[in-house]
Nanobody
Framework: QLQLVESGGGLVQPGGSLRLSCAAS????????IGWFRQAPGKGREGVFC????????NYADSVKGRFTISRDVAKNTVYLQMNSLKPEDTARYHC????????????????WGQGTQVTVSS
């Protein structure tokens, strides 16, 4: 059974850092693309970053450029989202999702989603 489990969220002050983890089971990272998405209260879901099955990285949100990075550990079957210089507007529930097509560009269909982890940036 394919499963994604996020962790690493929490409350952090503006300017702080967090690293989110997305642990995958039931499939290998070289089979699927993994995307990170976020949704703030009252707002639509926003794509943040994606890493393809080959390890190619795509940034979906200009607002996080230079502050967030995505990486993966194939041996641990885990994808990470490193978030630095956090701002209050980064407050959201962060989800990872898997796309069976393996790519992050074009018509990407994310078939599997994790439950998410809450990130709150506040002083």
């Amino acid at each position: 059974q394919l499963q994604l489990v996020e962790s690493g969220g929490g409350l952090v002050q503006p300017g702080g850092s967090l690293r989110l983890s997305c642990a995958a089971s039931g499939f290998a990272l070289d089979e699927y693309a993994i995307g990170w998405f976020r949704q703030a209260p009252g707002k639509g879901r926003e794509g943040v970053f994606c890493i393809s099955n080959s390890g190619a990285i795509t940034n979906y949100a200009d607002s996080v450029k230079g502050r967030f990075t995505i990486s993966r550990d194939v041996a641990k079957n885990t994808v990470y989202l490193q978030m630095n210089s956090l701002k209050p507007e980064d407050t959201a529930r962060y989800h990872c999702a898997a796309a069976g097509g393996g790519t992050c560009r074009g018509r990407v269909r994310y078939d599997y989603w994790g439950q998410g982890t809450q990130v709150t940036v506040s002083s």
